[in-house]
């Protein structure tokens, strides 16, 4: 463990030194976005720290003069990496934020519609389940390198795999500040395009584009899972007994689409698990309806317009797109939507599902990838 610390970047000890970590560390995981950061500014935090933060967190433009030299010094290699830029004394990272997760640290991209360096809250929901893994670990959809770089910093072995060039680059930016190079090998490629033939892994996560998208709609490629919110995950899971050891694990999440109550892929998965004998456990821990008034359709809609649209000019469109959202989704034969995790070893062919949410109460679940308590249990 030495040896990782004393590999790191110095600007990840001098973060660690100003206090920045223990800041964001006591923040909530699900909080830890620059919206949830916001409050802390209120609070009684140094001047020189409310100056990192501003840098850091929220994307703003800071006079170098205002910055510890050791911060500024240490930005030197994530501008090198094109991170970073200075304009007549001051600094900015280009659409970054900085936060920290089970002692990792990492940028990503500032929370937007059109973002393609992602990390959000599935991410997050992801890492909290990630199973031990002291062998090799193959981390799919790696995007900034985030997940994968928790496994090396547990002890694995991993190979991250991303189609985004510049998304690569932040990933080895990250790999660098936590002193991980040794341990996490990025790779540029299309999911198991860039394994080898003969490569086998212990672990394979992913964290695929989820979204379901009803044909005609024009989404964020980061986030754009197709119809059903699987179109990657199948892929995922139709090449996955070459690269898995005999023991190992895949791990992956996401949103799809259900009907009466009934997961809508549940018969291709059912398939997949025959054809390639695979014991695949689907656990749901949310539901949402797919109404034009409710959370789903207005979210999915604020994200197209904001990528395309002024938010304020292209607010009048909302209710008009979630409606067609609706008409899509009803037009393919759901009803509601589905968050889901999925734990997949060799044998089988097994599909088993475990719902911890009551269809009878969906009006009162909040959904995503945490179950929320409802009114009536013990």
């Not at 001098?14 to 909080?31: F, K, N, R, V």
């Not at 790696?142 to 090396?152: E, N, R, Y």
């Not at 892994?201 to 009803?214: S, Y």
Request: aromatic fraction near 8%.
């Amino acid at each position: 463990m030495s040896t990782l610390v004393r590999a790191r970047l110095p600007l990840a000890d001098t973060l660690d030194d100003l206090g920045l970590a223990e800041l964001l560390e006591s923040i909530p995981g699900p909080y830890r976005t620059p919206r949830g950061y916001r409050a802390v500014l209120s609070g009684h935090v140094t001047p020189v720290l409310r100056n990192v933060l501003r840098l850091f967190v929220f994307g703003q433009q800071v006079a170098e003069k205002d910055l510890p030299a050791k911060v500024v010094d240490g930005l030197e290699a994530v501008a090198r990496a094109g991170f970073c830029v200075a304009t007549e004394g001051r600094l900015r990272l280009t659409g970054l934020t900085l936060t920290r997760t089970d002692g990792l640290w990492y940028l990503a991209e500032l929370p937007s519609p059109g973002q393609t360096l992602y990390f959000g809250p599935d991410s997050s929901a992801l890492i909290n389940r990630l199973t031990f893994c002291r062998g090799r670990a193959l981390d799919l959809c790696s995007g900034p390198g985030v997940i994968g770089l928790i496994l090396a910093l547990r002890g694995a072995d991993v190979t991250g795999v991303e189609i985004n060039p510049v998304s690569l680059q932040l990933s080895k930016v990250n790999a660098s500040l936590n002193g991980l190079n040794d341990t996490y090998e990025p790779r540029l490629g299309d999911l198991y395009a860039a394994v080898g033939h003969e490569e086998r892994f212990d672990l394979v996560v992913a964290n695929p584009p989820l979204v379901p998208i009803p044909h005609g709609f024009d989404f964020a490629f980061v986030g754009d899972g197709g119809d059903d919110g699987m179109r990657v995950t199948w892929r995922m899971l139709e090449s996955l007994d070459h690269v898995l050891t005999d023991d190992g694990v895949a791990q992956t999440l996401g949103a799809t689409l259900s009907a009466a109550g009934r997961l809508m892929c549940l018969d291709r998965l059912e398939a997949v698990a025959a054809q390639y004998r695979l014991d695949i456990q689907v656990t749901i821990t949310g539901r949402s309806g797919l109404r034009p008034e409710e959370p789903w359709c207005r979210a999915v809609a604020s994200d197209i317009i904001g990528a395309t649209h002024d938010r304020a000019g292209g607010s009048a469109l909302m209710g008009d797109l979630a409606q067609k959202l609706h008409t899509g989704y009803v037009r393919d034969g759901a009803d509601q939507l589905v968050f889901y995790y999925l734990r997949v070893r060799r044998g089988g062919p097994r599909v088993v599902v475990h719902d911890l949410v009551s269809f009878s109460s969906l009006q009162s679940v909040a959904g995503g990838w945490y179950v929320t308590p409802m009114a009536g249990w013990d």
